[in-house]
């Protein structure tokens, strides 16, 4: 069953804990998150993230993930990641339960009126928008952090101006696993910002990140976090390990990387804190 993001994160907020955000790549990896989710007694997010949208089209995906949520009894969100323009009003008419409007790569100003308007829409429809503020590099690129990080002073006007729900910010993550040591969270600015905006704050990236830093990030303000790499390797490891002694159906290797992920997936949701914490949330979507 699908419920209220807002509400779901509002509460980790309020009891020092974060929801974890999971990309789907197809039937078995939504069941996976989805069996990690009903295991672990958490909520969870369903992202359908830029890998997908190219793979199936950004309906098919939404309906496949709804098919797998209705037969569930776990705290789901479906939310769309890192969503352009168009495609989130797309989103808003196939009933997603939240959305990400990424408006980042834009002009500081520009970021804010395109944001306002998707937060004007969608919350006409009682669903909520993250967006993002700073850059979040790939993994292995070289970067000068102090221009990557979000800034203080535009994310306490960023929020105030736009009325977003969730924001996203960068603090030392990137997208993907370095094969290097991980650039440190810039913890500090993570509180620098939540000091200043009223609404809960997101990571991206967040595979590979040590566990002492992720439970840092919650202290400082972190309620959402999104991985996928982790857990994407997880399901593979299943497959590859299934092969590795001849040839097998693909169903049976998509099998084990499914239960991978599942372990995988419960883990994370150990970490963040809210394994447990399903039935918390009273509001439905």
């Not at 069953?1 to 309020?14: C, H, I, K, S, W």
């Not at 098919?67 to 168009?86: F, N, T």
């Not at 595979?207 to 857990?231: C, M, Q, Y």
């Amino acid at each position: 069953m699908t419920v209220n993001g807002t509400d779901l994160v509002r509460r980790a907020r309020e009891s020092g804990y974060a929801i974890g955000a999971f990309n789907m790549h197809n039937v078995e990896t939504t069941q996976a998150l989805t069996w990690a989710a009903e295991k672990a007694d958490a909520p969870v997010y369903l992202q359908v993230g830029r890998a997908i949208v190219p793979h199936m089209g950004l309906r098919a995906a939404y309906e496949m993930t709804r098919r797998v949520v209705d037969e569930s009894d776990a705290e789901i969100v479906i939310h769309l990641d890192h969503g352009p323009w168009d495609e989130v009003f797309e989103a808003i008419r196939l009933g997603f339960d939240s959305i990400m409007y990424d408006g980042a790569h834009l002009p500081f100003e520009e970021n804010i009126r395109t944001t306002r308007r998707v937060v004007e829409v969608a919350h006409e429809f009682g669903i909520p928008v993250e967006a993002e503020l700073g850059k979040i590099p790939d993994a292995g690129e070289e970067v000068d952090w102090d221009t990557y990080y979000t800034d203080v002073a535009e994310a306490e006007r960023f929020v105030a101006e736009t009325g977003v729900d969730l924001l996203a910010i960068s603090a030392g993550i990137v997208h993907g696993v370095s094969a290097s040591a991980p650039q440190p969270l810039a913890i500090e600015r993570i509180e620098q910002i939540q000091a200043v905006v009223p609404v809960p704050l997101v990571l991206h990236g967040a595979s590979g990140v040590p566990d002492d830093e992720i439970r840092a990030a919650i202290r400082a303000g972190v309620h959402k976090f999104n991985a996928d790499t982790d857990l994407r390797h997880a399901f593979r490891d299943g497959m590859l390990d299934v092969w590795s002694s001849g040839d097998q159906q693909l169903e049976t290797a998509m099998a084990e990387g499914r239960s991978r992920m599942v372990e995988a997936t419960v883990e994370k949701m150990n970490l963040y804190g809210c394994a447990g914490t399903a039935g918390l949330s009273t509001v439905r979507a």
